[in-house]
């Protein structure tokens, strides 16, 4: 601390120092808090918001091509694709999408969307996401496709 007049100030120095303990201790203290289960949280609401993305972009697809497309969900590898038609590794359209490991998926396991943006089962999709307390529901409205998230 220097003193100029009587006046006390801090050097940049000492200011830095205090922001990298700070920083230290949040790293070190941060992930211990609650278990994780804050990061937990985190994956499991980017992992539903990711997946209803998806499923609208899978549904606009469909709407703009004119064609089927299928989002085959793989729960036991936490995966799911997109295909075109078909479920066939030549029809795929995009890379298959990856659902972080703390995330547990249960539900409907394909959404076949027709060229008019519905999809083919007779009641709504569930798809449900689930990782330490945290719980999200993602509906599919069968007669239109449309997507929503519902937090449990």
């Keep these: 601390m220097l003193k100029d007049r ?3 100030s801090y050097t940049s120095v000492e200011l830095l120092l ?8 949040v790293a070190v ?3 211990r808090f609650n278990g994780g289960d804050l990061f937990k949280k985190a994956k499991l609401k980017t992992a ?3 997946i209803v993305s998806d499923i609208r972009f899978v549904r606009n697809l469909a709407i703009t091509n004119a064609k089927t497309y299928i989002i ?8 799911y694709r997109i295909y ?3 479920v066939a590794a030549e029809n795929q359209v995009e890379e298959t999408r990856i659902i972080p490991e703390v995330v547990s998926c249960s ?18 999709g569930v798809i449900n996401l689930t990782s330490g ?13 449309s997507a929503y998230i519902e937090n449990l």
């Design 107 to 124: 539900g409907e396991n394909q959404l076949n969307f027709s060229s008019l943006g519905s999809v083919s089962f007779a009641a709504d």
């Design 29 to 31: 203290v941060l992930p």
């Design 6 to 8: 009587g006046i006390f």
């Design 84 to 86: 075109k038609e078909s």
């Design 133 to 145: 307390r945290g719980q999200y529901r993602i509906m599919v409205i069968h007669a239109t496709g």
């Design 72 to 79: 085959d969900f793989d729960f036991v590898q936490n995966e």
């Design 48 to 50: 539903a918001y990711n």
């Design 18 to 25: 205090v922001i990298i303990l700070i920083g230290v201790w």
